[in-house]
């Protein structure tokens, strides 16, 4: 039985936005519980690992952490929890130092898990009653060494995507409590959070019923999150093409309370690829439309996306139309994935399937596509003044509302404020090189 202070814990995320939003929401339960968190594997106790199997690139990566684990510091007991874990079950209590598998839907209950058991597997499937997954506790800044706040929304999905084993590890798709989802909000404000990111499965399914007929959706979310008073900015993660509203992208691109960027998860802009993910196909030139209408309305507003490539029976010329019309749209970045089979997807079943080579080939070309075009994006910001928030001290390294790197070198400057600064056009690792503009009393909302 472990439950005393003495006890230290170590939590690692592989994967997603929503995997590392719970992860810090349980890092802050357990420390509620009266846990200790280690920094590390050697001094922990316990090290819960929040796995990831939406490609097999992130399941080796998660096999191999596991493994690690023991080898570091044999006495640990592991919990694994996650879609990996969802999807392997009681066969992971076979890893060395595994003691606890928890899948999705039980993973609110670690801290109790672990402190009322020695070990065992919970992998209740999750059903649309199953609750949304979202700490209590908000820790500061400081405590959790995070300078951007993430939110995580909904969980799960209700759509079928041919090549996804997303909805079958996270279920349908759930939303949080609007008003509890407020209340998070505005604590992690007044607790100094400049930057909150809304995160989960499918945000655009975000649904609650709140009396009588009326459906909280994302943009009345948003409404109930912008009436909060405060210095911070809202960031939108990822959003599915069927969410992508005119208010949606008004909003977005006109409410200075909201960072300029929008992260739209096309897939492929080839209406035969869409149709071969059961994804929606007929409204592809709606989408180009509303996807150059956002760059041509606000050309200084990032805008990326997540590419598949290499789908079964994807031909060359479904890949060609599919990229042509990536850059009509001209995209300030992108996400490419080599298309990966997921056993238990309709994919995995389908003829066609496209050889490593060819899929590295499409990787390679989108790629390369997707950095011209977003080159061409940065040389329209030279010198245009940008809001960061300061993400590091030494060097100083920030993030702006329309998604751009900064890193201000010679600069001073404290994590988690804001900075101004103007493009110099040079790189620096992942980053842009800037330099520092005054005056200095900039808010969220002061424009950039
Ligand atoms: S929308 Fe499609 S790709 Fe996204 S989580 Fe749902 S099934 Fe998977």
Redesign the pocket.
Known sequence: MFNDNATAVTLYSIGCRTNQEEVAALRAELLSSGYRIADNVEDADIVVVNTCSVTSHTESKTKRFIQSISRVNPKAKIVATGCFAQQHGESLLKYPGVAWVVGNADKYRIPSIISNSEGGARLSVANPESPVFLGDSVLSPKESGRTRFSLKIQEG?????A?????SL?GPSRSAPKERLVDTFKRAVDMGYKEIVLTG??IGQYRQHIGGNRTANLESLLEGFLKVNGDYRVRLSSL?P?DLTDAVVAEVGGNPRMCDHLHV?V?SLCADTLSLMD?PCRGLDALMERLRGFRGRYPEAGLGADFIVGHPAETEAMFEEALSRAEAVGFTYGHVFRYSKRIGTKSAKMRGQVGEPVKKARSAAMLAMLEKSREKFLSLLFARPLCIIIESENPVRGVSGNYIKVEVPGADAVRNTWMRVALTGAPSGGYRVANRLEPENITAVSPN
Not at 157 to 161: E, L, P, Q
């Open positions: 999905c209700d759509f079928r995507c090549y996804c084993i997303v909805p996270r499965t499918h599915d069927r998860s897939q994804r």
